[in-house]
């Protein structure tokens, strides 16, 4: 095998995958050279097959095989700033005009892009990629393997103020940002530091691109939220949610163990959404609620035309008692 691609496209030197039903039923037209595969696929064709219980996380796998990530040569770029007592591991490779500051320490192997900015006393794991343009304040520990896309901010001020007579008064932000191990977070995504006390997000949590935490949130193990969603100040959500893309989550909400929140929908401050409970609209409720909603609102046009011919009956009614 010579290469990977989808299932419609594949050749015959190329792997491909089995992603679902409908991938299933379109395999015999595929000219893949391999096809990884559930256990229960029934192979007619005599092709080779790989069974796999998860053929897509297999296929990632492949995929990673043939793709993998150049890794840049170890050193500093010479236009590299770094600031007295900077700490860097075995293998560390640091791009043109990073700026790391005073007291940071970078774990063996970890890639630093070019244009990153690394405030004071920053920790950074092992095996980290920090592409282009990544800006990481003062005081933020990152664990290892984590991969932190352009554009992407930790660690600015929170957004809290205090209305003092007619005017806003800044409320010190003077917590940290904390990241566990093998998260990713994407493009422009940004994590704000704690007003007192720190920002936690979980070993595992990925978040997509365009992404705003709110100062003092925790997020658990293993969560993954979509583009373009927004947690207050003072969220928990715990580990294994799935949260959708453009949802707003309010003050101190609640978010339980493997709850999934739809696209578009709306968490109202301290709001708890319950474990494994599936929500969506705004305010969020549960989808079986919302659901029947959207089918009585369908109904509506025709009840109306169904009302019209009730008050036509009784008016003649009532005009032939008179």
């Known amino acids: 095998m010579d290469g990977v691609a989808a299932l419609e496209s594949a050749g015959a030197g190329q792997v491909s995958f089995l992603g679902n039903r409908k991938a299933a039923a379109q395999a015999a037209q595929s000219a893949a050279g391999c096809l990884i595969v559930p256990s229960d696929f029934v192979n007619a064709g005599g092709r080779t097959v790989i069974r796999a219980k998860d053929p897509r996380c297999v296929f ?30 075995e293998g560390v490779s640091i791009g043109p005009n990073a700026v790391l500051g005073e007291g940071v320490r970078v774990g063996d192997r970890s ?54 007579g007619d005017c806003y008064e800044k409320f010190p932000q003077v917590g940290r940002v904390q990241i566990g191990h093998d998260v990713e977070v994407g493009a422009n995504s940004t994590i704000d530091r704690a007003a007192l006390g720190v920002t ?9 691109n365009m992404v705003h935490v709110g100062h003092n949130c925790r997020l658990g193990k293993h969560v993954v939220v979509a583009a373009q969603t927004g947690f207050s100040g003072g969220v928990v959500v715990e580990d294994y949610a799935v949260i959708g ?10 978010i339980e163990s493997r709850a999934v929140l739809g696209s578009g929908c709306g968490v109202l401050t301290s709001k708890v959404i319950r474990g494994g409970e599936v929500v969506w609209g705004t305010p969020a409720r549960p989808l079986k609620e919302v659901l029947e909603q959207l089918a009585n609102l369908a109904r509506l046009p025709r009840m109306r035309e169904e009302l019209a011919a009730l008050k036509a009956q009784v008016g003649k009614l009532l005009e032939g008692k008179h």
Not at 74 to 85: D, N, S, Y
Not at 200 to 208: A, R, S, T, Y
Not at 245 to 254: E, S, T, Y
Request: proline share 5%.
């Open 200 to 208: 936690w997000i979980g070993d595992g949590v990925k978040l997509d």
């Open 111 to 164: 890639r630093i892009g070019a244009g990153c900015v690394l405030g004071c006393r920053v920790s950074l794991g092992q095996d980290c990629i920090l592409h282009a343009n990544v800006t990481l304040y003062d005081d933020i520990e990152i664990g290892d393997r984590a991969i932190l896309h352009s554009g992407c901010v930790l660690g600015a001020d929170g957004f809290g103020f205090v209305l003092t």
């Open 245 to 254: 893309g453009k949802v707003g989550i309010g003050d101190k909400a609640r």
């Open 60 to 89: 990632a796998r492949v995929v990673s095989r043939f793709h993998p990530s150049p890794a840049p040569s170890p050193g500093a770029h010479p236009t590299a700033v770094m600031g007295e007592g900077v700490e860097l591991g």
